[in-house]
């Protein structure tokens, strides 16, 4: 049975820098894609970034472009994947649950649908980051 399990989150000022991570477990076929999503209070959740284990595009949201890293444990095979996202200069509207993401289709994260993230097949249980003025 597949697993994502984060790590990391929890409180930071504007300005500040926050690591989280993702590692999946269970799989009997290999991850393509993993990415990160959001959902800030009273809005729908949304993509934050991606990345896949067998080319080297990675996707950014226009709002976190430049602040916002995603990598991955390339010691890791696509059974046992292990994606962080480094967050840097953060900002208030940053704030939010954070999800990671996995999909078994071979489709590049240039192709994804990041609106909502059913273009996703499993999903973490969320992780907490609260950025304070």
């Known amino acids: 049975q597949l697993q994502l399990v984060d790590s990391g989150g929890g409180s930071v000022e504007t300005g500040g820098s926050v690591t989280l991570s993702c590692e999946a477990s269970g799989l009997t076929s290999p991850v393509y894609a993993l990415a990160w999503f959001r959902r800030a209070p009273g809005k729908e959740r949304e993509g934050v970034a991606c990345?896949?284990?067998?080319?080297?595009?990675?996707?950014?949201?226009?709002s976190v472009k430049g602040r916002f890293n995603i990598s991955k444990d390339n010691t890791r095979d696509g059974y046992k994947p292990l994606v962080y996202l480094h967050m840097g200069s953060l900002k208030p509207e940053d704030s939010g649950v954070y999800y990671c993401?996995?999909?078994?289709?071979?489709?590049?994260?240039?192709?994804?649908?990041?609106?909502?993230?059913?273009?996703?097949?499993?999903w973490g249980q969320g992780l907490q980051v609260t950025v304070s003025s």
């Open positions: 993401a996995s999909e078994r289709s071979q489709v590049s994260c240039y192709y994804r649908d990041y609106s909502g993230g059913s273009d996703f097949g499993s």
């Open positions: 990345t896949s284990n067998f080319d080297h595009y990675s996707w950014y949201a226009d």
